[in-house]
């Protein structure tokens, strides 16, 4: 029996290696423990913590916080350790302490079943203050309930909040998996590109660093994607980068001028291939505590998206989806829907809200009707299914028996249900229901109606979007739909060249003539980090999942920035400013 | 025997996930192998290569390249496959093509031992050219012999070398290392800090970004150094991140306007704790090719540093320290001698060049004492030991017998070493004689002593810095050593409130502030990786562990930043040029 024996320990050394150890907190301090991490096997033991004082009652005991947890602490009573009790009773909320001590179970019937160390407390036998904190501007237990341009103000002390900790930790987590994955497990090369670069065409939105070389500028890149095609050139064939953009787009709510992207590239791919790639990359970095990810994700046509989401980024965690109704339409006697027929891209489409009549108001239903004609110029018809089945809408004395009941079957109408009906172009027809789609969710949900499930994540590839898109100002030119270093779908190549609106081309002369010296067929991707974690902890904004946002103004409220700085500062980089007229008046008198 | 033999084969399932596997190259695409990898064992199998055409002979065979190596590929010649003969003896080099075929053992005595590919070749079955490489406007088999500044136009050409894949690879393959050690074994959190921020005091090095507010502007901040120590005051209580930094010098050799550094701190540390940690860093994170790292790292005193290799990042490489011989001289009845010490910090010290008599010229020896002369206005006294243990100087005759004889002793000089003798103020002194150990090593070696071992790694710890300096221009006034955010030595703590010269604190107000609000104790450092990396790889330049680095005088020269812009572009900006006169007058003309 020897040999088993041997072969069960090596196992399980071996086994112990392949499991990720937990992360030691403690190496290289002398602290012993973490205020999360104390149990009832520790009773006994004797203990060092660092943390700050959340909570002292009386002289009693107190509440020592750090990242992981909260441990409570028993200030000695007696003569001996009257300098340590003196030391806990008067030091400030928030000031930072050492305590050495005891760990003791809890009196019977004191135990705490809602805090992890709710089994234990410490004898505390020493204490150092180690700052004290001076008093606060605010109660700190009513901070999350304060402005939120007061948090940013000190968001030093908000990042010592729990959900903040956990957002930024759990970002950290997701992202060393995603290097994990990426570089060890399919040979990724991490790869630093600049940020000091140049204009990119039509590079409006690119923040400005002015050089000491008089009117010459450097420009923060909204993304690494020139440089990343120049590394495939350069024979780095699977290339990641967990990168720094810049985006200049003024006030814009939950947009900040920098953010991160997850910045991917490969040689010899297809769009199967990246697809798989990201999948696996997700399902890999996903949070346990969010559940698990199903791959592969399904995929739809921006075609698709648009005629049943009336978007590109559609929410599929709910029905509701538009329904074509021009063909159960075409032969009535509708003024306003033989109208939109006679054009080419003429349609008849619809919604059906679920127990809208139980739901909506008369009055959330005018808003809806409005918000379409206000956003989309499109006019919305009504249509009602009373509890007796039938139809009640304007629309009914133009319809046969035989066309309302294609029209129920169509949308699958119930008792209860309100449809809404739009004729007109297909692309704004399919916008406008989009967004009442959206909007009615949100009614039904704020009334009461489980729609949607808000820790559900419903993975879906877009795919097919088009090159080109009308200019939302002058639809009789195109602009790129996604950004210009995209390639053509392979049926559509030969279009491109007969294509009249052209980029300019001498900027990007570099990459082009870098394209001609055996560029190897490449394709890549990236993905918001910022927005994706703010997803995964459910944050509001993409702000509690950043250390140092900014505001939607683009200012850092707690160091001041951006700020003025002095002619003299201007000198070495040939600028100066150019004040508009008022302030230069005000200036003056 | 039934237990112990599945043990042993959980026993191999297990110890194979514990050893990190090799990533895999070749997921996700249809490659088959990648163009370094194929050996012997492979024969018979069939594979797909994409890779670049290194070579290619008189239509019998070529070689394909790709990151990981070589493989000979061959054409084949008869009738059947005359369209892939066609193709591949026609593509231009560096064209990036595909090729499928059989593994095929190398005819015997062809087998090239030199290539790791060398045993086998391709039997060429279909082949695709992917993209044809235009005339390149060099022989690549000579780019690395052009001008550095054609290379960097052509940086994604020039990435395509050995040499630069396996620089930027191990570059990524150490810091994911490190990544792996902060992460996973000791609880660091990756957090991404501004870059966006404000000026800081003192900070004319660094970038302005104008904002839409008018006079307003964001600094392109130097190090993280502010935001990290308010994670700290944020309970973030390990932090690092691999940083970008930002510092405009103008014009400097190897120095980028923008680098990296390995950026930590954390909490409830001391001086002794960063050090084990940045030691089990290297450790760590240290490529297996350079041999390995032995800790703890020796440690040295800044003030011994000086005193023993007159600067504060001396070269342990080899001996040639500095030796104090005032003792020795201070009987002599020397005027110069006697002058410098009779100053307070007067000092008369030597390093001794072991066999510079053979090594060095006549004018080798007064080049160096000509450089000490214009760098450090310092003299330089010279004693050489002649092969029958004498000493010639102009000192000699001033010199006792014992005194001779202690100065050989205090000196170790052997017959036929060269003595550099200085007399003066100990920091001129010491720094003169440090520059002139480096130079006289370089002289050494040109002549062709082995003196340094140049794969040699000595870490050192250089400690007790000062927190001031005199400043070099103007040395009444002090200015901070390293920079201003380093707390004062234990014992100095109560000179720093009589010090006079104050930094401005308004800037900083933000920062001072946090830290009365219960600021735990708290250091870090940082690495500079792109130094760090160049070491590794023995580069001669940072910029050869940078994809796309700059020239010395801060610009692109591939996408040719920065560049102008047009005055429109600016004016969101509330800036305007202030052209030099000279421009504006060539303008005019």
Redesign the interface.
């Known amino acids: 029996m020897a ?2 024996r041997l ?2 320990r ?2 399980h050394r ?2 112990a ?2 499991a ?2 937990a ?3 403690n ?5 012993t423990n973490t205020c999360g991490e104390l149990r009832a096997a520790h009773v006994g033991q004797k203990v060092t913590l ?1 943390g ?1 004082v959340q909570y002292q009652r009386q002289g009693l005991f107190l509440v020592l916080r ?2 992981q947890g909260l441990t409570q602490v028993i200030i000695p009573q007696d003569e001996a350790h009257s300098h340590v009790k003196e030391l806990l009773s008067n030091a400030p909320l ?3 302490v ?1 305590v050495t001590g005891t760990v003791s179970p809890r009196p019977q019937g004191q135990e705490n079943p809602k805090m992890p160390t709710g089994d234990i407390e410490v004898k505390a036998e020493t204490a150092e203050i ?5 008093k ?1 501007p605010f109660e700190i237990k009513d901070f999350i309930k304060k402005s939120e341009a007061l948090r940013m103000q ?7 909040s729990s959900r ?2 956990w957002a ?2 759990l970002r ?2 997701v ?2 998996r995603m ?1 994990e994955y990426l ?17 990119t065409p039509g590079g ?1 939105k690119e ?14 890149p909204q993304s690494p994607q ?2 990343k095609q ?2 495939m ?6 290339y990641f980068q967990v990168a ?1 953009c ?1 985006r ?1 787009e ?1 006030s814009r709510p939950d947009r900040q ?2 953010f ?1 992207q997850i910045d991917i590239e ?4 297809d769009q199967a ?2 697809q ?2 990201i999948e696996g990359l997700l399902q890999h970095s996903w949070p346990e505590e969010r559940g698990s990810i199903v791959t592969p994700f399904p995929s739809m046509t921006y075609e698709e998206a648009l005629a049943e989401y009336g978007t590109d980024k559609p929410d599929t965690r709910f029905g509701m989806k538009i329904v074509d109704v021009s063909e159960v339409l075409q032969g009535s006697n509708i003024h306003f829907v033989q109208n939109a027929l006679s054009y080419p891209h003429g349609s008849i489409r619809a919604i059906c809200i679920p127990q809208g009549v139980r739901y909506l108001t008369n009055k959330d239903l005018g808003s809806l009707k409005e918000s379409a004609k206000s956003q989309f110029n499109q006019e919305i018809m009504e249509i009602i299914c009373r509890p007796d089945g039938s139809l009640k809408s304007l629309l009914t004395k133009f319809l046969s028996e035989k066309e309302q009941s294609e029209l129920i079957q169509a949308l699958n109408m119930q008792e209860g249900d309100v449809v809404l009906l739009a004729a007109g172009e297909h692309k704004q027809v399919c916008s406008a229901l989009g967004a009442l789609r959206l909007l009615s969710a949100n009614l039904l949900e704020a009334a009461g109606l489980a729609l949607r499930d808000p820790t559900a994540f419903h993975f879906l590839w877009v795919v097919d979007f088009p090159l080109f898109l009308p200019k939302a100002e002058n639809p009789t030119e195109l602009e790129s739909a996604h950004h210009p270093f995209t390639a053509p779908h392979p049926s559509d190549v030969s279009l491109l060249y007969s294509d009249p609106t052209k980029e300019d081309s001498e ?1 990007l002369s ?1 990459l082009i003539e ?1 394209l ?6 490449h394709g890549g991707i990236a993905l918001g980090l910022d927005r994706l974690i703010s997803l995964i902890v459910d944050a509001p904004s993409i702000r509690d999942v ?3 946002p ?1 505001s939607f103004r ?1 200012r ?1 409220l ?8 002095t002619p003299e ?3 070495p ?8 007229l008022e ?1 230069k008046e005000a200036k003056k008198n």
């Open positions: 040999l088993p072969l069960v090596a196992l071996a086994a290696a392949a990720p150890a992360p030691d907190f190496s290289f301090v002398t602290r660092y700050w750090d990242f928030e000031s930072v050492r180690l700052n004290s904190c001076k606060l000190y968001r030093y002390l908000d990042l010592r903040l900790q930024l930790r950290s987590r992202v060393m290097r570089c060890n497990l399919h040979g990724f090369v991490d790869v630093e590109t600049p940020t000091l670069f140049k204009r409006a923040f400005l660093v002015p050089s000491r070389e008089a009117g010459k500028f450097y420009s923060l020139q440089f120049l590394l050139v350069g024979g780095l064939d699977r720094r810049y200049d003024g001028p920098e991160t490969m040689s010899f791919i291939g990246i798989r790639l900027v570099h870098a001609e010296f055996g560029a190897p067929p950043i250390a140092f900014k683009g850092d707690m160091g001041n920035a951006p700020d003025y700085v500062e201007l000198e980089y040939h600028i100066q400013v150019s004040w508009p302030e």
